[in-house]
């Protein structure tokens, strides 16, 4: 009998091009990858994967057991979600991952109110690390995922994933208070062609929008630091060092020294609920999307207190 871990390494290796690549999306060793591949083969009797430039190409009847292999695990989620609709109690774990402002401003009231809801729900939440949540969702480490997407950057869903909106996101220009345009009611990009920004590391998603953004208006974007968090940011542009684009949701308090000015037109994210479409556990799914969806109206419907004191306590 075929061993369906042995094929799911199969399948990984067709789907990402390489043994390596296979090992990171299943966070494993490349050796442990080969290892499975070549238990494989034996199994089967036959050559699966030869070498091709760098990477490696599958053979016929490899590609035969991966089909195979990808309709053995469907079947799978459709045994699970079969199971799951019989059960009277949405139950069972399930994962959640936002990035980190969502994580900060969304998750905990969104978490809270799936267990408040379904008490025999096990949600266990995991702040996201990596900018490309997609490959978690595909190898079954997460089941809901929070994501954004800019209005210039659009969030486009490999196939098999679906989505569910949330809410928008509105972005201010934080700006050291002493900085010539700090009073003014509102700001263009457009005026801030010579403006050291304080930023999020290379590579990442609101990195590469920013740059894109800039750029598109004709700028010659001077990023002179980089932060992951959007406090070290904030301390950054109060010490004078530059300004940054901070958006509103997760962010509590504004250091002395700092003044958020809204953008003209307004820089705006939208934020969504993200999972596999065939997923097995279904109604847990929907459970956590529906709280998230609470959550949200919530958020949108009564800020937080410190979102109306920004520019008093920055000018403090």
């Given at each position: 009998?075929?061993n369906l871990?042995?094929?799911?390494?199969l399948?990984?290796?067709?789907a990402?091009?390489?043994?390596a690549?296979?090992?990171?999306a299943?966070?494993v060793?490349?050796?442990a990858?080969?290892?499975?591949?070549a238990?494989?083969e034996?199994?089967v009797?036959?050559?699966l994967?030869?070498?091709?430039?760098r990477g490696?190409r599958l053979?016929?009847?490899?590609?035969?057991?991966?089909t195979?292999a990808?309709?053995a695990?469907?079947?799978?989620?459709?045994a699970?979600?079969?199971?799951?609709?019989?059960?009277?109690a949405?139950a069972?774990?399930?994962?959640?991952t936002?990035?980190?402002?969502a994580?900060?401003g969304?998750?905990?009231?969104?978490?809270?109110?799936?267990r408040r809801?379904?008490?025999?729900?096990?949600?266990?939440?995991?702040e996201?690390r990596d900018?490309?949540?997609?490959?978690l969702l595909?190898?079954r480490?997460v089941?809901?995922?929070?994501?954004?997407?800019w209005?210039?950057?659009p969030?486009?869903?490999?196939?098999?994933l679906?989505k569910?909106?949330?809410l928008?996101?509105?972005?201010?220009?934080?700006?050291?208070a002493?900085?010539?345009l700090a009073q003014?009611?509102?700001?263009?990009?457009?005026?801030?062609r010579?403006?050291?920004?304080?930023?999020?590391?290379?590579g990442?998603?609101?990195?590469?929008?920013?740059l894109?953004?800039?750029r598109g208006?004709?700028?010659?974007?001077?990023?002179e630091?980089?932060?992951?968090?959007?406090a070290?940011?904030l301390?950054?542009?109060?010490a004078?060092?530059g300004c940054a684009?901070m958006?509103?949701?997760?962010?509590?308090?504004v250091?002395?020294g700092?003044?958020l000015?809204p953008?003209?037109?307004a820089l705006?994210?939208?934020v969504?609920?993200?999972?596999?479409?065939?997923?097995?556990?279904q109604?847990?799914?929907?459970?956590?999307?529906?709280a998230?969806?609470?959550?949200?109206?919530a958020l949108v419907?009564?800020?937080p207190?410190?979102a109306?004191?920004r520019?008093?306590v920055?000018?403090?």
């Open positions: 009998m075929l871990e042995r094929l799911r390494a399948q990984a290796v067709s990402h091009g390489s043994v690549a296979a090992a990171d299943l966070h060793t490349a050796s990858i080969s290892q499975q591949l238990k494989l034996r199994e009797g036959e050559t994967i030869e070498r091709d430039g490696v053979t016929r009847t490899a590609s035969v057991l991966v195979h990808m309709r695990m469907s079947a799978l989620d459709d699970e979600s079969a199971i799951d609709a019989r059960r009277v949405v069972g774990p399930i994962t959640v936002a990035f980190a402002t994580a900060r969304l998750a905990p009231r969104a978490i809270a109110e799936l809801r379904h008490p025999d729900l096990r949600a266990i939440f995991k996201q900018d490309d949540v997609f490959p595909d190898r480490d089941d809901v995922a929070i994501e954004a997407e209005f210039n950057r969030l486009v869903l490999p196939e098999g679906s569910a909106f949330l928008d996101d509105v972005a201010d220009i934080a700006m050291p002493r900085h010539a003014r009611r509102s700001v263009k990009l457009e005026d801030l010579d403006a050291a920004w304080i930023c999020w590391h290379e990442t998603m609101c990195h590469d929008w920013l894109k953004t800039l208006l004709g700028h010659a974007p001077r990023v630091h980089t932060a992951s968090e959007h070290t940011q301390a950054l542009v109060a004078g060092l684009v958006p509103r949701l997760g962010l509590e308090t250091p002395a700092v003044v000015v953008s003209e037109p705006r994210r939208r969504y609920a993200v999972w596999r479409t065939n997923a097995p556990q109604r847990a799914i929907t459970a956590a999307v529906d998230f969806k609470v959550a949200a109206k419907a009564a800020p207190a410190a109306g004191r520019r008093r920055a000018a403090a």
